[in-house]
Each structure stands twice: as C-alpha cells, then as structure tokens.
C-alpha cells in the first residue's frame, strides 16, 4: 500500500509514502496531528479541519493531500511556480497537468516535486533518492557557453533529438 487515508466527517487526507521525502513542513506546521513517531501518524482530531487543511497545502510534494467532504477542492495556485531546490528536486505548484509523450494526462495535481538527479525509482518524481547519490546540483551562477555564443544554427548547438523528445501541445 502505498496511499493511507485518514478522516474526519469533514475532511478526508492522503497521504502517499512513495512521494513523501520527509521535508517535515507539516510536522513544523501542526506537530500535535503530524507526528512521525506516532501509530497512526496522523491525528486528524488533534486540530480542526482548517488547520489540518492549512498544514496539508505545505507539502511541497504533494504527498499529503486533502478532499473536503463538502466537495470543495484545493485551489491551484497562480501563477505556477517551479522552484530548483539546491541539491534537490523541482518542486512546483500551481494547475498541474503532468502528459505522457502520447498526450494522455498521467495525474493532475497542485502540488509536486519532480527528479533532478536522475536516480528516482519512482520518476518523474523524487524519492529521495538525491541525498543517497549526493546529488550535487550545482545551482549558482549560471554557466555561460562561449560555444553557445559562436553559434550560428540549432546545428552549432548540438546533434537533434531524437523521436521520444516529443512535447505533445494540446
Ligand atoms: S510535508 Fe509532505 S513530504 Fe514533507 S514530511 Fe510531510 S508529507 Fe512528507
Ligand atoms: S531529485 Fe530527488 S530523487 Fe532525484
């Protein structure tokens, strides 16, 4: 099982261990309901649905996610951010729609981290598996190609991609 599903009659919260990395934001945000100590580890009577709703949309991953039993849903936010964390994933928020290179949409989501490093067992997005490989991204100064410079065609640039670099528009 990779999903768990805590509730109370007024909200319902999932949680997905395959896309947790264990940032904490919601155990900094409400550590009387998100204790990872604790058998279950989330307390959903510890604190009202608001606050629990609140400490959910910190998950920079999109791990934790919340559906209010009255049906109103968690608004995307604008505009989409993208966010290079140093040594890490992209994390990324807004009106998420995550297409396969066929056009059919994979998952819809409004919050996510995705792989950098390349070694997730779970691609495209992170497992953690940055900090076992020390990722080192080498955020910083941009690099600047002075080869770029001299370029004078997409064909100075480098070989064409192949086929499977296809980004479908809908
Ligand atoms: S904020 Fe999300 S990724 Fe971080 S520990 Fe909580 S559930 Fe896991
Ligand atoms: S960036 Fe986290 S697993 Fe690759």
């Not at 940032?23 to 409400?30: K, N, S």
């Not at 309901?33 to 991953?61: Q, S, Y």
């Not at 076992?132 to 080869?147: E, K, L, Y």
Request: glycine share 6%; aromatic share 6%; charged share 25%.
């Amino acid at each position: 099982m990779t999903t768990r599903i805590y509730e109370t009659d007024e909200v319902e919260v999932a949680w997905d261990s395959q896309r947790c990395v264990h940032v904490a934001e919601c155990i900094r945000a409400l550590p009387a309901v998100f204790n990872p100590l604790a058998r279950p580890w989330i307390r959903m009577h510890a604190a009202d649905a608001d606050a629990i709703i609140e400490a959910v949309g910190r998950c920079p991953t999109g791990a934790l996610r919340y559906r209010r039993k009255d049906g109103r849903e968690e608004a995307p936010e604008t505009p989409t951010s993208i966010v290079p964390i140093v040594n890490g994933p992209l994390v990324l928020r807004g009106d998420l729609h995550v297409v396969a290179p066929d056009g059919t949409t994979v998952i819809r989501e409004t919050r996510l981290a995705f792989c950098r490093c390349g070694a997730s067992e779970n691609k495209p997005f992170c497992d953690n598996a940055h900090r076992r490989i020390g990722f080192d991204s080498g955020d910083g100064v941009p690099h600047h190609s002075t080869a770029r410079d001299r370029a004078e065609s997409p064909d100075d640039v480098g070989p064409e991609q192949p086929p499977s670099f296809h980004v479908p528009t809908e």
